[in-house]
């Protein structure tokens, strides 16, 4: 019902900046929230930043706090993710998620992923 597409990735150097880019099709009006997550090789996915898509709230994750920003253009049904003062700890493969609930309900949708790699 819904296709989620992510680009963007790529290699930096630490302290560098990515801009990680979310286009989804089909039933985009079902959805209500969008976010982001990431996987790095051993460790399970973990949130990383959400974004509602009627009224104004994000969220983030502690760890990339000040460093991400999640944006939208709803008009293009596409969701971003601005990452700055990037570091090694953020290589992972990130995945754009949506879902029609909101916080504290299951994402339903999932993107294939796109890989960043942050060298020191």
């Known amino acids: 019902q819904v296709q989620l597409v992510e680009s963007g990735g790529g290699l930096v150097q630490a302290g560098g900046s990515l801009r990680l880019s979310c286009a989804a099709s089909?039933?985009?009006?079902?959805?209500?929230?969008m976010g982001w997550f990431r996987q790095a090789p051993g460790n399970e996915r973990e949130f990383v930043a959400s974004?509602?898509?009627?009224?104004?709230?994000?969220r983030y994750a502690e760890s990339v706090k000040g460093r991400f920003t999640i944006s939208r253009e709803n008009a293009k049904n596409t969701v971003y993710l601005q990452m700055n003062s990037l570091k090694p700890e953020d290589t992972a493969v990130y995945y754009c998620?949506?879902?029609?609930?909101?916080?504290?309900?299951?994402?339903?949708?999932w993107g294939q992923g796109t890989q960043v790699t942050v060298s020191s």
């Open positions: 998620a949506a879902r029609r609930g909101y916080s504290g309900s299951a994402y339903d949708y």
């Open positions: 089909g039933r985009t009006f079902s959805i209500n929230d």
């Open positions: 974004i509602r898509q009627s009224v104004t709230g994000t």
